[in-house]
């Protein structure tokens, strides 16, 4: 397929370039919509990067599709299945479906995974367990139990006496 497109890119790029605003965002939403798998995608105004690159944004959803390499990108960031550890609970089952969605890196921390859902509005953020030694500044300590603190100030106040 991906050589077939290659033996193809000039006359595509050169189709789009000749095809006006309408069209053109009709044929880019489509294309998203199948590649995403995301049939709600829409997108009104894809701006051509340059002429002749074959490159065409959707800014407000800040996706990139390059036709001649045949990838899609969010904010310039290849695009990934949406993680099983994410995608195995019923509530992810009950919003999206048990269709294969693709998702853009939102942010990765020591303990946080954050993903976009891309074509959707959806964000998605999985924790992991961190060590109970390593909590941070000041970690928390165990504060005393407040009936063993009730009895050490009965037994001061009966000594003062």
């Given at each position: 397929?991906?050589?077939?497109?290659?033996?193809?890119?000039?006359?595509?790029?050169?189709?789009?370039?000749?095809?006006?605003?309408?069209?053109?965002?009709?044929?880019?939403?489509?294309?998203?919509?199948v590649?995403?798998?995301?049939?709600?995608?829409?997108?009104?105004?894809?701006?051509?990067?340059?002429?002749?690159?074959?490159?065409?944004?959707?800014?407000?959803?800040?996706i990139?599709?390059?036709?001649?390499?045949?990838?899609?990108?969010?904010?310039n960031?290849?695009?990934?299945?949406?993680?099983?550890?994410?995608?195995?609970?019923?509530?992810?089952?009950?919003?999206?479906?048990?269709?294969?969605?693709?998702?853009?890196?939102?942010?990765?921390?020591?303990?946080?995974?954050?993903?976009?859902?891309?074509?959707?509005?959806?964000?998605?953020?999985?924790?992991?367990?961190?060590?109970?030694?390593?909590?941070?500044?000041?970690?928390?300590?165990i504060?005393?139990?407040?009936?063993?603190?009730?009895?050490?100030?009965?037994?001061?106040?009966?000594?003062?006496?």
């Amino acid at each position: 397929m991906f050589s077939l497109i290659q033996n193809q890119r000039r006359g595509i790029v050169s189709y789009l370039d000749l095809q006006p605003q309408e069209n053109l965002d009709d044929i880019l939403t489509n294309i998203i919509q199948v590649a995403l798998r995301s049939p709600s995608f829409e997108y009104i105004d894809w701006k051509r990067e340059n002429e002749g690159t074959g490159k065409y944004l959707a800014e407000k959803a800040e996706i990139t599709l390059d036709v001649q390499t045949c990838e899609i990108l969010w904010r310039n960031d290849e695009l990934k299945p949406v993680p099983d550890s994410m995608t195995q609970f019923t509530d992810f089952e009950t919003i999206f479906g048990k269709e294969a969605l693709h998702c853009g890196l939102v942010m990765r921390q020591e303990h946080r995974l954050w993903v976009h859902i891309v074509g959707t509005e959806f964000d998605l953020q999985e924790w992991d367990i961190c060590d109970r030694e390593d909590q941070g500044l000041g970690i928390p300590e165990i504060l005393p139990n407040v009936e063993e603190e009730e009895e050490e100030d009965g037994e001061e106040d009966e000594s003062k006496k």
